[in-house]
């Protein structure tokens, strides 16, 4: 799954904006996700690929290039 369409997905777990800047969009990703901490699943991305979890406030998130 690509990750802007994985961002899709989770954004419906969670209150607020939860975006995929386009440079990023297209890298791939899989695994299994616990959807009950979705601040976790983030801090995981930020872990494992190349990208940053830019919190504007608690409801603006964006995934974007490091």
């Known amino acids: 799954m690509r990750l802007v369409d994985f961002v899709a997905e989770l954004g419906r777990y969670r209150p ?3 975006r995929c800047d ?3 969009a297209d890298i791939p990703v899989s695994g299994a996700f616990q959807l009950n901490n979705t601040d976790r699943i983030l801090e995981a991305l930020a872990q494992t690929l190349p990208v940053q979890i830019q919190f504007r406030t608690r409801y603006w998130v964006t995934v974007a290039a490091r």
Request: proline content about 0%; charged content about 0%; glycine content about 16%.
């Open 22 to 24: 386009s440079s990023v």
């Open 16 to 18: 607020g904006i939860l």
